[in-house]
Nanobody, 125 residues
Framework: QLQLVESGGGLVQAGGSLRLSCAAS????????IGWFRQAPGKEREWVSCISSSDSSTYYSDSLKGRFTISRDNAKNTIYLQMNKLTPEDTAVYYC??????????????????WGQGTQVTVSS
């Protein structure tokens, strides 16, 4: 059974950092492009970042202003999202998703085939 499990969320003060993990089971992550999305209360799901399968090229939402870093560890079948200089506007449920795609990766949620259950990130001011 294909499964993605996010972890690492929590409560952090503004200016702090968190590292989210997305662990896969039932399939090999290195064959998939992986995206991170987030959804704040009352808002649409928003694309954050993604990483390709082919060469681990990384892509980010312009709104992040270089504060987040996505990476993958294929040996651990895990994707990470390092989040620095967090602000209250980063408060959301963060989801990872997998797309069976080799080159590049998509910023559109509909392109992703498998989703995790999400992890809550709360940034206090």
């Amino acid at each position: 059974q294909l499964q993605l499990v996010e972890s690492g969320g929590g409560l952090v003060q503004a200016g702090g950092s968190l590292r989210l993990s997305c662990a896969a089971s039932g399939f090999t992550l290195d064959l998939y492009a992986i995206g991170w999305f987030r959804q704040a209360p009352g808002k649409e799901r928003e694309w954050v970042s993604c990483i390709s399968s082919s060469d681990s090229s990384t892509y980010y939402s312009d709104s992040l202003k270089g504060r987040f870093t996505i990476s993958r560890d294929n040996a651990k079948n895990t994707i990470y999202l390092q989040m620095n200089k967090l602000t209250p506007e980063d408060t959301a449920v963060y989801y990872c998703a997998a797309e069976e795609r080799y080159f590049a990766c998509s910023g559109y949620a509909d392109d992703y085939d498998h989703w995790g259950q999400g992890t809550q990130v709360t940034v206090s001011s």
